[in-house]
């Protein structure tokens, strides 16, 4: 249903944070002008902006940006919003009116939009929202080696991460925006052979870019040389970034680390040929 938009001044409006109270934080500013929230930085604006404003927006760390009422006291803008035309959001919520500042420049209106058009939110926030959901996308990390018993000095383990892939990608809702994350995993690999008092004799390393597979698919071999119980330890780095409606690549921050390890019995082979009785 289509709505006639009435203009309103709003004042003495309270404090509001978007998210959380972290530096991206906005609040609501109760003045003449109606702000409904104002913020800094880069920042996603809603679909019905022009592409190329968006875009620059979604790359300004130095801009400010605001919301308001669509129609001010003092109206310069004249466009059909605030000269009665019926615009209309679904489910009849309010149009607002977003606002950019570059570096250095005046705040300058760049557009009316719905709420089915996206938020105005920073860059920031959309980071911090899409990275806390990061580990419900990434699979466990397990480790499992080849044979699992009966380890023998000399003779290679065959090691592999029970993750499927080294690259994963899944798609989201933040703010209004459909969001594409992606997500890349290498593995580190280390091999501890222990001395039979509990220190660490040796220790070997290897950086995989593929989670390995059982045998006899490719995995990460590792032989002891001595017999003991010694360990094996895998560290997976998942480096991430995302896009919003096709704004970005935005990095994810920080990477998301996985640990796991497990114990080795090690034994020694050893052949005892026995002499064939006398007759």
């Not at 709420?115 to 419900?136: K, L, N, W, Y």
């Not at 290498?186 to 390393?205: C, D, I, K, M, P």
């Not at 080795?264 to 064939?276: C, H």
Request: overall charge neutral; aromatic content about 8%.
């Amino acid at each position: 249903m289509m709505f006639l938009v009435i203009c309103v001044l709003l004042a003495g409006v309270g404090t509001f944070h978007l998210g959380s109270s972290q530096s991206w934080a906005v609040s609501v500013v109760g003045d003449e002008e109606a702000e409904r929230y104002v913020g800094s930085g880069a920042v996603l604006l809603p679909t019905s902006v022009d592409r190329e404003t968006r875009h620059q927006a979604a790359r300004c760390v130095g801009c400010r940006w605001k919301v308001t009422t669509p129609c001010l006291r003092n109206d310069e803008h004249g466009d059909a919003g605030c000269r009665g035309s019926i615009l209309g959001c679904p489910q009849g919520r309010e149009i607002s009116r977003a606002w950019l500042a570059r570096p250095g420049g005046e705040f300058e209106p760049v557009g009316l939009f719905c709420p089915s058009d996206g938020e105005v939110t920073s860059v920031a926030d959309a980071a911090a929202r899409v990275r806390g959901g990061f580990e419900r996308h990434i699979p466990a990390l397990r480790v499992h080696c080849a044979p699992n018993r009966g380890v023998v000095v000399g003779i290679p383990l065959h090691c592999h991460s029970l993750q499927h892939s080294a690259n994963i990608s899944w798609s989201d809702s933040v703010a209004g925006y459909l969001v594409q994350t992606s997500a890349v995993a290498t593995w580190e690999w280390v091999f501890q052979q222990h001395l039979r008092g509990g220190g660490v004799a040796s220790n070997w390393s290897h950086v995989a870019r593929q989670p390995g597979g059982p045998y006899p698919h490719p995995g990460v071999r590792q032989a002891f040389a001595t017999a003991g119980t010694h360990g094996v330890q895998v560290r997976a780095r998942w480096r991430g970034e995302f896009t919003v409606d096709g704004l970005g690549p935005f990095p994810i921050s920080p990477d998301l680390e996985q640990r796991a390890a497990l114990s080795v019995p090690t034994g020694s082979a050893l052949a005892v040929i026995q002499g064939a009785p006398r007759s």
